[in-house]
């Protein structure tokens, strides 16, 4: 089955820097890269995804990237506020969704 | 629309019982699946369901059953609980029949296994 790794697993920035999360997946079947951000005791909450024929997708702050040749992508959000800090999954998917281990990311003001 | 709907919230059990995991969901999705999420180890699928009537396992299908008798519906039952199966469990739904649409998370259940 797939099989997705995420680092860093913890990430701590100043309020106003960048931030960038990578995520490397297994299967070259994978068609479908979303990203989550869970809040402490809440439910996981899509913030953004790509698909496998599109290179790269932005809203607002927020950007992914997706290498099929490597069989990465990464998230990055700029002009980080406090109230990003949470933890963020990264998931790829051929139909039924694997999720890598999760980045603390901590944004101090 | 309440989305996700998952019950109980909490449940303390003992070695051995038995339960089932409620989750019903009201935007007539297709995909639905369960989700175990343990510290340092994000989120592994249970099992999974493409649409009434047909269920699959996922990464970690032990010590769990599903059924999918319902589009709504999507009931996990632990057979005899252990200790190893203290987690947050989550339920989620997702459009068309196959996991690569956006998935819609209830609100988890917290178990705990003594």
């Known amino acids: 089955g797939e099989n997705v790794e995420q680092h860093p697993s913890t990430l701590s920035v100043q309020e106003g820097d960048s931030a960038v999360i990578k995520c490397t997946y297994s299967?070259?079947?994978?068609?479908?890269f979303p990203w989550y951000k869970q809040e402490l005791g809440k439910r996981p909450q899509l913030i953004i995804d790509?698909?496998?024929?599109?290179g790269e997708k932005k809203d607002q702050r927020i950007a992914v990237t997706l290498n099929k040749t490597a069989k990465h992508f990464s998230l990055h959000i700029t002009e980080t506020q406090p109230e990003d800090s949470a933890v963020y999954f990264c998931?790829?998917?051929?139909?039924?969704?694997?999720f890598g281990a999760g980045t603390r990311l901590t944004v101090k003001p | 629309n309440a989305g996700v709907t998952q019950t109980p919230k909490f449940q303390v059990l003992k070695t051995g019982q038995s339960m089932t995991l409620q989750c019903a969901q009201d935007?007539?999705?297709?995909?639905m699946s369960w989700y175990r999420q343990d510290p340092g180890m994000g989120l592994r699928l249970i099992h999974y369901?493409?649409?009434?009537?047909?269920?699959d396992q996922g990464e970690v299908p032990n010590g769990y059953n599903v059924s999918r008798s319902t589009t709504e519906d999507f009931p996990l039952r632990l057979l005899s609980a252990a200790p190893s199966q203290t987690s947050v469990y989550f339920c989620a739904s997702s459009a068309g029949g196959v996991g690569n649409q956006p998935q819609h998370f209830g609100d988890g259940t917290r178990l705990s296994i003594l």
């Open positions: 790509i698909r496998s024929n599109v």
């Open positions: 998931a790829a998917s051929t139909g039924d969704m694997r």
């Open positions: 935007m007539n999705h297709e995909y």
């Open positions: 369901s493409v649409g009434a009537g047909i269920t």
């Open positions: 299967d070259s079947a994978s068609n479908y």
